[in-house]
C-alpha cells in the first residue's frame, strides 16, 4: 500500500462515515403516528425519594400559554418582571421564567440580529423554566400561579456598579404559611439561583414538595450536510453520580418507557445545538427525576422534572432549598464555574465515544491557541502546526518512503513487464526489490490513520464549541462553523491535493486505479463545499505543509544519480529455453 491507496481508503472511510450519519439523521425521524402517541399520552407522577406521611402528590400538569402570550405583553404584565443583565434578558412571572435571552449571542451573523432567545412563551416554541410546590395536606403554590411579584411589573437592572442582583417573589397561604423565592442574578453568569423559604406563622406544621422542571415544544431541526444543527442532540438529558449521563431524543420519550429515578444531587437539562438550560439542585439532596409528554396549546409539550423530597416546617419555624437554573450556551469555562458534576458532558462533542476525548483535548488546545492568537482561525492553522510536528517522525518516514518508491518507478515498470499478466508473481517480486531497498509500502499509512480520528473529532468540535460560532477568520471568511460561501478553500484544497498527487508515485497500480486516483482531488474538493469552514482550513494547511514536506523529500531521497539503478541492465532477462 502507498500513499496514494491510503488517500483512497480515507475517502471512501470519510464518505462512508457521513452516509452512515446523514442515514442515522433520517432514520431518527419519528413517524407520523409517533406524535400523535406523544400527545395523546398522560403525564407520570413524580414520587419523592424521601418518605412522607399520606400520600405523595403529583405535581401538577404542564399549563397552557394563551395563543396571544408574546414578550411584549409578558413584560408589561403586572404578574411579571423583566431582569437585564450583562448577559441575560428574563421575564418572570414569578413560578416561571417565560423568556430568555441571551444578549451576547446573535440569532444570526447579520448586523443587527437579534439575540437568541431560548425561553420562549410563543405556542409554537414553547420553552420555560418552571417551579413550584405540591403537598398533600396542605395549601401550596403551582408554577402556574400564588408567587406574586413585591414590585409588580418592574424592570430589574444589574447596573455597572452591581455584581448581583435580587428579585423578590411571595406567596401567602392559609393559618399563617408563606414563601419568600428570590431569583439571584449575578454579572457575567448565565446560572439563575432560586431560593424558596418557608416561613410557617401558624400553630399547624406544613409539608411539601418543591419540584423544578423544564418544558419545550420541540425546535425544528433542519438536516443535512450543510446543517451542522442537524447532527446535534436535541431532547432531555439528565445526570446522576452512579449512572453518569443519560439522555433522550424527543422523538423516543414515549417509546423508551417512563422515567422515575431517585438521585442525590444531578441535574436535568434541556439539550440543543449550541444551548442548553438545566435545573441543578442542591447536591446533597435527594431527587426523583421524571419525564412526561402532554397536549399544549397546538402542540405537544415535553418535560423533564426533578422533585425533591417533603420538607417538614413546624409552627414558628423556618426552612429553605434552593436550585440553579442555567439558561444559556454550552460554554466549557461558564458550565465549569459551575463546579457541578458532570455538568461539561453537556457539550454533545461526538456520538462516537472514542471521538468526545479527543474533541475535548483539541478544544482545550484550540482555546490555549485562541489566547495567543486573538483568532480562531489561526488557531486552527497553530493547530495544524503542533500536530505535525508531534506526526513528523512518522510523516518523514511516510514521505521518504515516498520519494524512494518514485526513484524505482522505472524498475517496478520494467518488472510489471517482465511478469506480463502474472500478477501473483509480479507482487512476489515487487515485495523483494522493497526489501532489498529497505522501502516500506505501508510507510503511507500510519500518518494518515492517525489523522483520521483528529478529522472527525475537530468536525464534532467545529459543530458543537459555542465559542467558534460565527467566529470570523479573515477575509470572506466571517464564520469558521459554517461552508466557505464562496468556495475558495474547496478549491485551493484541490489544488494542493493535484499537486500531492502529481509528487506521489502510483507503483503497482493497474490504469483503472490510476484514473480513479486522478478523480481524487476533485471528490474532495466537492466534499469539502459541505464542511464548515474551519474544517476545510485545517485540511488545507495540513495538505499544504505536506506538500512542502513531500517535496523536500523528494529532493532530498528522490530523484538524482541514484536513478541509475532503476536502468534495465539492474533487471535480469528471463532466459530462453535452452540458453
Not at 488517500?7 to 432514520?27: K, P, S, T
Not at 439522555?247 to 431517585?262: A, I, Q, T
Not at 541514484?562 to 530462453?576: C, F, T, V
Request: proline fraction near 8%; hydrophobic fraction near 45%.
Amino acid at each position: 500500500m502507498n500513499q496514494i491507496r491510503t488517500f483512497l481508503i480515507f475517502a471512501w472511510l470519510m464518505v462512508a462515515a457521513l452516509l452512515w450519519m446523514a442515514w442515522g439523521q433520517e432514520r431518527s425521524a419519528p413517524p407520523a403516528s409517533k406524535a400523535d402517541q406523544a400527545a395523546t399520552a398522560t403525564e407520570q407522577p413524580a414520587v419523592p425519594v424521601a418518605p412522607a406521611p399520606g400520600a405523595v402528590p403529583a405535581a401538577p400538569a404542564i399549563s397552557a400559554t394563551p395563543a396571544s402570550a408574546n414578550t411584549t405583553a409578558l413584560a408589561a404584565s403586572t404578574q411579571t418582571v423583566t431582569v437585564t443583565t450583562d448577559a441575560l434578558r428574563l421575564v418572570i412571572d414569578g413560578g416561571r421564567v417565560r423568556s430568555a435571552d441571551l444578549l451576547r449571542y446573535d440569532q444570526t451573523p447579520e448586523p443587527k440580529s437579534p439575540p437568541v432567545r431560548l425561553f420562549d412563551s410563543d405556542p409554537a416554541r414553547y420553552y420555560t423554566a418552571e417551579s413550584g410546590w405540591v403537598s398533600s395536606a396542605n395549601a401550596a403554590p403551582a408554577h402556574e400561579a400564588g408567587f406574586v411579584p413585591e414590585q409588580p411589573g418592574a424592570q430589574y437592572t444589574l447596573t455597572s456598579g452591581m455584581d448581583r442582583l435580587d428579585v423578590p417573589f411571595v406567596w401567602r397561604g392559609p393559618d399563617g404559611v408563606s414563601i419568600q423565592r428570590v431569583y439571584t442574578v449575578r454579572r457575567n453568569d448565565f446560572a439563575v439561583s432560586v431560593r424558596d423559604e418557608i416561613i410557617n406563622t401558624g400553630t399547624k406544621p406544613w409539608q411539601g414538595h418543591v419540584y423544578r422542571q423544564l418544558v419545550r415544544v420541540p425546535p425544528p431541526v433542519k438536516s443535512g450536510l450543510t446543517q451542522p444543527e442537524g447532527y446535534s442532540f436535541h431532547g432531555a438529558a439528565w445526570y446522576s453520580s452512579s449512572d453518569r449521563l443519560e439522555k433522550r431524543k424527543f422523538d423516543d420519550f414515549v417509546d423508551d418507557g417512563p422515567l422515575n429515578k431517585e438521585v442525590t444531587g444531578g441535574w436535568v437539562a434541556m439539550l440543543q445545538h449550541h444551548f442548553f438550560s438545566a435545573w441543578i439542585p442542591e447536591p446533597q439532596q435527594r431527587n426523583t427525576f421524571s419525564l412526561a409528554t402532554t397536549q399544549g396549546v397546538g402542540a405537544t409539550h415535553y418535560l423533564i422534572r426533578e422533585m425533591g423530597p417533603a420538607i417538614s416546617v413546624a409552627p414558628g419555624a423556618r426552612a429553605a432549598t434552593q436550585a440553579r437554573l442555567w439558561v444559556g450556551p454550552k460554554l466549557v469555562s461558564g458550565i465549569q464555574a459551575q463546579q457541578v458534576p458532570g455538568l461539561e458532558r453537556a457539550i454533545d462533542y461526538s456520538r462516537f465515544g472514542w471521538v468526545a476525548w479527543i474533541s475535548e483535548l483539541l478544544f482545550s488546545v484550540l482555546s490555549w491557541l485562541h489566547g495567543i492568537f486573538g483568532n480562531w482561525g489561526w488557531a486552527i492553522v497553530g493547530l495544524v502546526i503542533i500536530v505535525k510536528a508531534l506526526l513528523f517522525p512518522l510523516s518523514a518516514a511516510q514521505y521518504k518512503s515516498a520519494a524512494k518508491m518514485r526513484k524505482f518507478q522505472p524498475r517496478v515498470a520494467q518488472l510489471k513487464e517482465r511478469y506480463g499478466d502474472d500478477k501473483q508473481k509480479f507482487q512476489l517480486a515487487l515485495m523483494d526489490l522493497y526489501k532489498k531497498e529497505k522501502i516500506n509500502p505501508v510507510g503511507g499509512c500510519l500518518p494518515v490513520l492517525l489523522q483520521m480520528p483528529i478529522f472527525f473529532a475537530l468536525y464534532w468540535t467545529l459543530l458543537e464549541a459555542v465559542e467558534l460560532r460565527h467566529a470570523p477568520w479573515i477575509g470572506w471568511i466571517d464564520n469558521l462553523t459554517a461552508p466557505d460561501p464562496y468556495f475558495i478553500l474547496p478549491a485551493i484544497n484541490i489544488a494542493v491535493m493535484w499537486l500531492t498527487q502529481k509528487l506521489t508515485p502510483m507503483v503497482g497500480m493497474d490504469p483503472m486505479q490510476q484514473r480513479m486516483m486522478q478523480l481524487m482531488p476533485l471528490v474532495f474538493g466537492v466534499m469539502m463545499i459541505f464542511f464548515p469552514a474551519g474544517l476545510v482550513l485545517y485540511w488545507v494547511t495540513n495538505g499544504a505543509l505536506g506538500l512542502l514536506q513531500q517535496w523536500y523529500m523528494l529532493r532530498k531521497y528522490g530523484d538524482g544519480p541514484g536513478d541509475k539503478q532503476g536502468d534495465a541492465s539492474k533487471i535480469s532477462r528471463p532466459k530462453k529455453a535452452g540458453a
